[in-house]
Every structure is written in structure tokens, then in C-alpha cells.
């Protein structure tokens, strides 16, 4: 793949990844419990990626994750991403899951059948745990039944699932998240 570049970027959550070629955005990748574990996830995704400064277009992407990280909103509708190579049905997947507004989930029958394909479920799934596009591409929203916040989204996991749905207000009803427990018992600067 000639003419791909990344660049790996702080947020709240760590030093995250993105890659790009001509056609957008090839991958976002979250962070990892270290940059170097970050950088090797990403390229595996894109192999022949070289590390460059990012042009304003990817840019603007960038401090838009950062953003979404620190529970500020991001519009990513304008954002352009690299489908080529990708299966057309995660494609409609992933055209869905843009869809979905901040702070409301749908489930993946729900997904299923706004893709056109209602009894493709496991795909629907499998579209999910293969989302290059983390956070843009908000594959957290997508719930395997409605009120289960269990279960894999890419890159992230169940715990990055629940935190970005907490910072987004789709939790609000149902009690502090793990990463609101865990900011209340962190030590305070006073507290040092």
C-alpha cells in the first residue's frame, strides 16, 4: 500500500494510534497499556505505514477522539474513511453504526436489520470485533442485547465499551461506572 502514514497521538486514555492513505482513514487504534503494544497493533493493520506528522484533515480527526475520550462531543460525519478491501456488508455495518447518536445504543438485530441483512446477526458481530475505525466508527454503541455492555468491541473491550458509553451518557440510568469508582478512589492532589 504505497503512500500510508500514521502517527501515534496522546488522549486521556494514552498514546492512540491512526493510520491513512489517499482514500481516508485506514485504522484507529486505542490505546494499549503501552505505546509500543499501541504502534505493533496498528501496524499490524497497516504494515507498510510509515510515521509521519499528519495532514490537517487527520489532524482534525485526531483532536476529534481526543475529544470523544475526554467525554467532549465530535461530530465524525465529515470524516472520510478507506473502505477498500473491506467486506461490503461490515461497510453497511459500520454506515449504521455512524448512525447511532451519542449517548443511545442498538442492538445488533437492530443493526441487522437496518444493514438490510435482519437474521445476520453473527455477522453483524463479526463486523463489530473487526471495526478498524475505533471511536470514529462507534462500534461501543452496538450492544449484543439490549442493556448488555458485556461482550468485545474492537480494539477496546468491554472496559472501554462501558467508559466511552458512560462518558456519553448512554449508562446515566444505570449507576456509576467503573471508571467513575475508579476516579472517585484515586488519590486526590491534596490528598499526596
Known amino acids: ?15 492512540c494510534g491512526i493510520a491513512w492513505g489517499l482514500g481516508g482513514i485506514l485504522a484507529v487504534q486505542l490505546a494499549e497499556s ?5 504502534r505493533r497493533r496498528l501496524l499490524q493493520q497497516c504494515p507498510d505505514a ?6 490537517v484533515g487527520i489532524e ?18 465529515d470524516v472520510r474513511l478507506d473502505l477498500d478491501g473491506l467486506p461490503a456488508f461490515d461497510c453497511r455495518v459500520y454506515e449504521v453504526l455512524r448512525e447511532i447518536p451519542r449517548g443511545d445504543t442498538a442492538t445488533h438485530a437492530e443493526i441487522a436489520k437496518r444493514a438490510g441483512s435482519p437474521g445476520a446477526l453473527h455477522a453483524v458481530g463479526h463486523a463489530i470485533r473487526s471495526n478498524p475505525f475505533a471511536v470514529i466508527v462507534p462500534c461501543h454503541r452496538a450492544l449484543p442485547v439490549a442493556g448488555d455492555t458485556s461482550g468485545t468491541c474492537a480494539n477496546g473491550g468491554a472496559l472501554t465499551r462501558r467508559r466511552l458509553l458512560a462518558v456519553e451518557g448512554a449508562l446515566a440510568t444505570s449507576g456509576p461506572s467503573l471508571f467513575d469508582v475508579l476516579l472517585s478512589a484515586a488519590p486526590r492532589q491534596a490528598d499526596r
Do not use: C, K, N, Q
Request: glycine share 6%.
Open 60 to 77: 482534525l480527526a485526531i483532536e476529534g477522539i481526543s475529544s470523544i475520550l475526554r467525554s467532549a462531543h465530535w461530530d465524525f460525519s
Open 34 to 38: 503501552r505505546e509500543i503494544d499501541t
Open 50 to 55: 510509515r510515521e509521519t506528522r499528519p495532514p
Open 1 to 15: 500500500m504505497a503512500g500510508v502514514a500514521y502517527t501515534i497521538f496522546d488522549t486521556m486514555m494514552g498514546r
